[in-house]
Nanobody, 123 residues
Framework: VQLQASGGGLVQPGGSLRLSCAAS????????IGWFRQAPGKAREFVSL????????YYADSVKGRFTISRDNAKNTLYLQLDSLKPEDTAVYYC?????????????????WGQGTQVTVSS
């Protein structure tokens, strides 16, 4: 199983990016993929999760109303639309599969972490 995150880059404050997380290796047996991010010198933090069993979407308070998570089932790809970006959104963004029940923000419940994609918000 492999997750490949892409779509990061350098953007000015207020700008937008769309991150992608492509899954390969297996296409069933899981139903929730989440995004985390890690800024330099800081702990990894939860950003968003899509649980498609019940079409449920979760967001950290810091990104609610600015980020949107979605999924293209045919392409086996998860997306994270980042709008109204702020300098504090600068981080490496990772996607991972949530394989155990529990808090969506508990990164110990996730497996198969992708390699991450850098998002830099700066003028």
């Amino acid at each position: 199983v492999q997750l490949q995150a892409s779509g990061g880059g350098l953007v000015q404050p207020g700008g937008s990016l769309r991150l992608s997380c492509a899954a390969s290796g297996f296409t069933s047996g899981y139903y929730a993929i989440g995004w985390f991010r890690q800024a330099p010198g800081k702990a990894r933090e939860f950003v968003s999760l899509y649980d498609w069993r019940g079409d449920r979407k979760y967001y950290a308070d810091s990104v609610k109303g600015r980020f949107t998570i979605s999924r293209d089932n045919a392409k086996n790809t998860l997306y994270l639309q980042l709008d109204s970006l702020k300098p504090e959104d600068t981080a490496v963004y990772y996607c991972a599969i949530k394989l155990a029940a529990g808090s969506v923000s508990d990164d110990s419940l996730y497996r198969y972490w992708g390699q991450g994609t850098q998002v830099t918000v700066s003028s």
